[in-house]
């Protein structure tokens, strides 16, 4: 089991910055991926940004350049950064991340979400 907690969530205006961490309970550096996912109301849960083991990071198309996804494994903690923020980010924004199992198998796991509202 894999307990993930978020913080850094809020009320901005347009234009604004916030960064969300996600810090989770055990060594991130067994860890395969850390990932952002957003749920805006009435959408689907759609990926925002993840990250591998090795750095390697992946975002969505409507955050690209917006955004930065990056991991502190002394800290077992992921951050996702963002800039110029629209009321079009506005979703609850949950943290997820992929541990190997045995078998080759992976497992994922889930935070209970943080609430990023962007609005004048």
């Known amino acids: 089991q894999v307990q993930l907690v978020e913080s850094g969530g809020g009320l901005v205006q347009p234009g604004s910055s916030l960064r969300l961490s996600c810090a989770a309970s055990?060594?991130?550096?067994?860890?395969?991926?850390m990932g952002w996912y957003r749920q805006a109301p009435g959408k689907q849960r759609e990926l925002v940004a993840v990250?591998?083991?090795?750095?390697?990071?992946n975002y969505a198309e409507p955050v690209k350049g917006r955004c930065t996804i990056s991991r502190d494994n002394a800290k077992n903690t992921v951050y996702l950064q963002m800039n110029s923020l629209k009321p079009e980010d506005t979703a609850v924004y949950y943290c997820?991340?992929?541990?190997?199992?045995?078998?080759?198998?992976?497992?994922?796991?889930w935070g209970q979400g943080t609430q990023v509202t962007v609005s004048s």
């Open positions: 055990r060594s991130s550096f067994s860890i395969v991926v």
């Open positions: 990250i591998g083991s090795g750095g390697n990071a």
């Open positions: 997820k991340v992929v541990i190997p199992i045995a078998g080759g198998n992976t497992d994922e796991f």
